[in-house]
């Protein structure tokens, strides 16, 4: 039986990797929890899975929460988290936090569990030589369950993890792919929420309809798999059929395909190397007329030549980008942006920042919080 950490449990990555692990119930044992502040739905998972302990970052909700679970151990706060990963035992953890607070998580769960199944993007933006650096010295395995990181992982597994030339990143394109560009300027929350093939968190998105996810991806591919940006193209595909493709050096290119349900990369990090049956529909190809790839149109969806530029600069560039981006995209989903001013504002403070070359994670730290402060000190010239 392998005891799973489920971190951002109440999220979508969370909730799936929950129903995943609720189908093999002879194998995998929740040992622990975590979320922001979704107490109501902690407390439908606890009744349900059962794990020895839970952490509630909102401190407030944490104390509350304790005083109506005394039997169970509540963590409370950002530290507290830490706390639970160090403490409960796991064999596995499945990181599903959004953004940037998911970084010290993973350090600790670095030093401490040997198998990460990681979907936060972010933390591996901000830090990723830190985190594989790591992870390598502590024989960890990091499992990628990003959709299109797993169709990599899973097709790199061909060569033996050599002998890879270059990596084609799918698309979708998002839910804007058809909007003029002069349209942009008038894109709603509501509209950019609207993922044509995944539904997802709110944050990712947004990301996937500026594009901006799949530049987090170029980065995070970069790091996953110590490939120069240069190897690394990114690819629309509005049928979102293939989640990706590696092209080897004698010419073979082996694609990864299937149905667009995360539980199918999560099963797969959690069983590897083995598999197992799923609930996913049936794919039918019959139903698929044509499959469709073209170049992404970078003066369109600038968020995406900005990712490849942090990454090809390296240093604390990919850590403010992702930084900026937080802010902004926090500001649009509360409507006191523009969809168009997400991209000129990560310019402004990218433009700004000065790298301190080769930095250790106090540096990403300090550069995380340069890049928030920056972005609101723009934002508020923005609003005047
Ligand atoms: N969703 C997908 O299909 C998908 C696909 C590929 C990669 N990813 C990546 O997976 C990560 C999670 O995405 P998601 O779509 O599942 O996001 P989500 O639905 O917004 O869920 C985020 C989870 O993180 C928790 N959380 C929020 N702020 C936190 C904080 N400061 N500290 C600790 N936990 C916090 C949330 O708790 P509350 O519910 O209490 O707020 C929730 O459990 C992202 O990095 C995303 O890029 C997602």
């Not at 947004?206 to 798999?225: C, P, Q």
Request: charged letters at 25%.
């Amino acid at each position: 039986m392998q005891k799973i950490a489920v971190l951002g449990s109440t999220g979508s990555i969370g909730t799936s990797a929950l129903d995943v692990i609720s189908r093999f119930p002879d194998r995998f044992k929740v040992s622990s929890l975590s979320a922001n502040s979704n107490t109501g739905l902690l407390s439908r998972q606890i009744k349900r899975f059962r794990p020895r302990a839970v952490s509630v970052v909102d401190k407030r909700r944490a104390r509350e929460f304790a005083k109506t679970h005394r039997r169970l151990r509540v963590y409370e706060g950002a530290e507290g988290l830490c706390s639970m990963i160090r403490e409960v035992e796991a064999d596995m953890v499945v990181v599903g936090i959004v953004g940037s607070s998911a970084l010290l998580p993973i350090m600790t769960a670095i030093s401490r569990i040997r198998r990460i199944a990681l979907a936060n993007k972010e933390a591996v933006v901000m830090a990723g030589d830190i985190i594989i650096r790591e992870a390598r010295k502590k024989k960890v395995s990091i499992l990628p369950i990003d959709s299109e990181h797993s169709a990599i992982f899973q097709c790199m597994a061909s060569g033996g993890g050599s002998g890879v030339k270059k990596i084609y990143l799918t698309g979708s394109g998002g839910p804007l792919l058809k909007t003029s560009k002069k349209e942009l300027r008038k894109v709603t929350p509501q509209m950019a929420l609207n993922h044509p093939k995944w539904k997802m968190g709110r944050k990712i998105s947004v990301d996937s309809a500026t594009m901006m996810n799949k530049g987090l991806e170029v980065i995070e591919a970069h790091h996953l798999f110590g490939l120069e940006v240069k190897g690394i193209e990114v690819l629309i595909h509005p049928e979102a059929v293939v989640h990706s493709m590696v092209e080897f050096v004698d010419g073979s290119i082996l694609a990864q395909m299937g149905p667009c349900d995360m539980r199918v990369p999560i099963q797969y990090a959690l069983t590897y190397p083995g598999r197992d049956v799923s609930p996913v529909k049936q794919f039918n190809f019959s139903k698929i007329k044509a499959l469709h790839f073209y170049s992404p149109d970078l003066s369109k969806f600038p968020c995406l030549e900005m990712a490849y530029e942090a990454c090809r600069c390296g240093g604390t560039y990919p850590c403010v980008l992702n930084a900026s981006n937080e802010i902004v995209v926090r500001e649009f989903l509360k409507g006191r942006i523009r969809f168009t001013d997400i991209a000129k504002v990560i310019q402004r403070v990218l433009g700004l920042h000065r790298d301190s070359g080769n930095p250790g994670l106090e540096e990403i730290l300090e550069a995380d919080r340069w890049g928030r402060e920056k972005t609101k000190e723009i934002l508020n010239v923005v609003h005047s």
